[in-house]
C-alpha cells in the first residue's frame, strides 16, 4: 500500500496549483480520502476529505471556497486544486487514506507548497 503525493512547488499568491495524492495497493473509490497540511512547530491541521462511494466533501473554514478535493477512480488518484493561494496555505500537504474493515490508516510522504511573491 503506498501514497505518493505530487505537484508542490512554489506559487505566488493568488495563483493556482493542483496537488496529486496516487494509490496503489487499494481502490480510492471505496476509501475515505483526506488531505491535512503540517507547518513546522504547528500542529497539523485538517484540509478536506472526500468520503468513499459517494461525492460528499468537507472542508477546513481557512480552505471553503477555495480548495477542491475531487478523486479519479479510473487512475486511483485523489487530487486537490487549490486556487487563489495565500502565502499562509505554505505547508506540507499530507494525503491520509482510510478504508477497509477492519479500518486501515494509511499517510503519505508529502509534497511541499510555498506559496511566496
Known amino acids: 500500500v503506498q501514497l505518493l503525493e505530487s505537484g508542490g512547488g512554489f506559487v505566488q499568491p493568488g495563483e493556482s496549483v493542483r496537488l496529486s495524492c496516487a494509490a496503489s495497493?487499494?481502490?480510492?473509490?471505496?476509501?475515505?480520502m483526506s488531505w491535512y497540511r503540517r507547518v513546522p512547530g504547528k500542529e497539523r491541521e485538517w484540509v478536506a476529505t472526500?468520503?468513499?462511494?459517494?461525492?460528499?466533501?468537507g472542508y477546513a473554514d481557512s480552505v471553503k471556497g477555495r480548495f477542491t478535493i475531487s478523486r479519479d477512480n479510473s487512475k486511483n488518484i485523489v487530487y486537490l486544486e487549490m486556487n487563489n493561494v495565500k502565502p499562509e496555505d505554505t505547508a506540507l500537504f499530507l494525503c491520509?487514506?482510510?478504508?477497509?474493515?477492519?479500518?486501515?490508516?494509511?499517510w503519505g510522504q508529502g509534497t511541499q507548497v510555498t506559496v511566496s511573491s
Open positions: 472526500i468520503a468513499g462511494g459517494g461525492a460528499s466533501t
Open positions: 491520509k487514506a482510510q478504508y477497509g474493515a477492519p479500518r486501515v490508516l494509511r
Open positions: 495497493g487499494f481502490t480510492v473509490a471505496s476509501a475515505v
